[in-house]
């Protein structure tokens, strides 16, 4: 499957954050405590990417995220793949 990584932009932001909601929610949900699984909507994860935006890229098939990637300084901060994507090369 061919696709782009590029840097993030604020168009890519609604759905690269229901991304990772739903990506957190599907690993960490059911073996964090219900107070910190509350926190985590969408729209907390829209908020704290929309701060990392300039450290973010997508990896992109057209207009479809396929995953992202964010940087805090050398560190691997986050890294997420679409279900749909995963396995896919």
């Known amino acids: 499957m061919p696709f782009d990584i590029r840097p993030m932009t604020e168009s890519d ?3 690269t954050a229901a991304l990772w909601h739903a990506g957190w929610h599907d690993a960490h949900a059911a073996i964090c405590p219900p107070a910190l ?7 907390s994860f829209t908020d704290r990417l929309n701060r990392r935006i300039g450290n973010s890229h ?9 995953g992202f990637f964010t940087l805090d300084e050398d560190e691997l901060y986050q890294f997420y793949v679409a279900p ?3 396995g896919s090369g």
């Open 13 to 15: 932001l609604a759905q």
């Open 37 to 43: 699984t509350g926190l985590r909507t969408l729209a």
């Open 58 to 66: 997508v990896a992109a098939l057209g207009n479809e995220i396929l």
């Open 84 to 86: 749909a994507a995963r």
